[in-house]
């Protein structure tokens, strides 16, 4: 069965920072998507990364994937403040759905 | 429509009453999901459609619950005698890619807050 965690589910930082969202997975997969929710809101699309050493970026967040390690990164650079959201890893496992991670609930303080 | 809509909203419910959420997909997509978001949790899977069919219907948490998706569009996820456990947000999501099949992500209705008293 596949699982999916992300370090850390926490994340308060202050602007101007850099940080790194972790997403570890259990199963061989290569798909992997990262997704943003705000409150009370549905998820909004980020990235998709579809091979190994895949690598994405928009504006301050660029993502990986490490497929060998079971590994995605989402790095968050000079944080401002409308990057406060959680976010979702997800991994396809190759059959019909998503498995998502816990999220990470950031907060950027000015 | 230029994304997928999901009714009503919102819903309360009494203990052991019967609702139905409806989906709306983005016209085109062949794949339907149902996901259950907990409260400060991910979302978790429920079921899956692909055109009218549902392939995978495995994250169902009991009987109480029944998709359905008769002509391949519009999805109807109903809760049968529902319960205070029930309470969550319901997400539909579409794709247009078949399972198994390589790109495309999933795309995410607003979801129905569903709060069962």
């Known amino acids: 069965e596949l699982k999916v965690e992300q370090n850390p589910l926490f994340l308060s930082m202050q602007e101007g920072k850099n940080y790194t969202i972790y997403c570890n997975y259990s199963t061989t997969s290569d798909r992997l998507y990262w997704y943003r929710q705000d409150p009370g809101k549905s998820l909004e699309s980020l990235f998709v990364l579809l091979s190994n050493g895949a690598v994405k970026q928009e504006g301050r967040l660029m993502a990986s994937l490490d497929t060998k390690a079971r590994l995605s990164t989402l790095h968050i650079t000079a944080a401002v403040h409308d990057l406060s959201a959680t976010y979702f890893c997800?991994?396809?496992?190759?059959?019909?759905?998503?498995?998502f991670g816990p999220g990470t609930r950031l907060s950027v303080l000015p | 429509g230029a994304g997928v809509s999901q009714s009503p909203r919102y819903k309360v419910a009494k203990r052991g009453q019967d609702v139905a959420l409806r989906c709306d997909p983005i016209s085109g997509h062949v794949s339907l999901f149902w996901y259950q978001q907990a409260l400060g949790q991910g979302p978790e899977f429920l079921t899956y459609?692909?055109?009218?069919?549902?392939?995978?219907k495995s994250g169902l948490p009991s009987d109480r619950f029944f998709a359905e998706r008769p002509e391949g569009s519009v999805s109807t996820l109903k809760i049968q005698r529902t319960q205070q456990e029930d309470s969550a947000v319901y997400l539909c999501?579409?794709?247009?890619?078949?399972?198994?099949?390589?790109?495309?992500?999933?795309?995410f209705g607003p979801g129905t807050r569903l709060t069962v008293l």
């Open positions: 997800a991994v396809d496992d190759y059959g019909q759905n998503f498995v």
């Open positions: 459609f692909q055109n009218e069919a549902q392939l995978d």
């Open positions: 999501a579409s794709s247009s890619r078949l399972a198994g099949a390589n790109t495309d992500t999933q795309y």
